[in-house]
């Protein structure tokens, strides 16, 4: 008995696993919209996505670990951590009005 796959059946598995991703991470885009899950973007990781602590509602809903995270920069309540990445990820948080200046290294 031949198990290997042809070369089509792997490509349609490709397909619908990237068919199933994008679904998933639209269904998440929808929730952290209503508030459901956490906004918190992280660097590598995209959103956060953990259940939102309820009351927080709306928008920039936040799970238990992220909704005190304040902005290095206002202290507003921070949206993301920042993505620069130099010798290592930055990884401040920030909100979504700031960024902070970083160096840019010289060669
Ligand atoms: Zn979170
Ligand atoms: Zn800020
Ligand atoms: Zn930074």
């Known amino acids: 008995m031949n198990s290997e796959k042809t070369k089509e059946q792997c490509i349609a598995e490709m397909n ?3 068919e199933r991703r994008i679904a998933k991470r ?3 885009e929808r929730l952290i919209e209503e508030g459901v899950l956490c906004g918190f973007s ?3 990781h995209g959103a956060c996505a953990q259940v939102a ?6 928008k ?6 992220h909704k005190d995270i ?3 920069n206002c202290g507003n309540r ?4 920042c993505d620069y990445i130099g010798m290592l990820v930055c990884g401040f948080p920030l909100c979504k009005d700031c960024s902070h200046p970083h160096r840019k290294r010289v060669k």
Do not use: F, I
């Not at 602590?53 to 709306?58: A, I, K, L, M, W």
């Open 70 to 72: 304040m902005c290095t």
């Open 42 to 44: 992280l660097t590598y």
């Open 26 to 28: 639209k269904q998440q």
């Open 16 to 18: 619908a696993r990237r």
């Open 78 to 81: 921070a949206s993301h951590e």
């Open 60 to 65: 920039d809903a936040r799970c238990d670990e």
């Open 53 to 58: 602590v309820p009351h927080t509602g709306r």
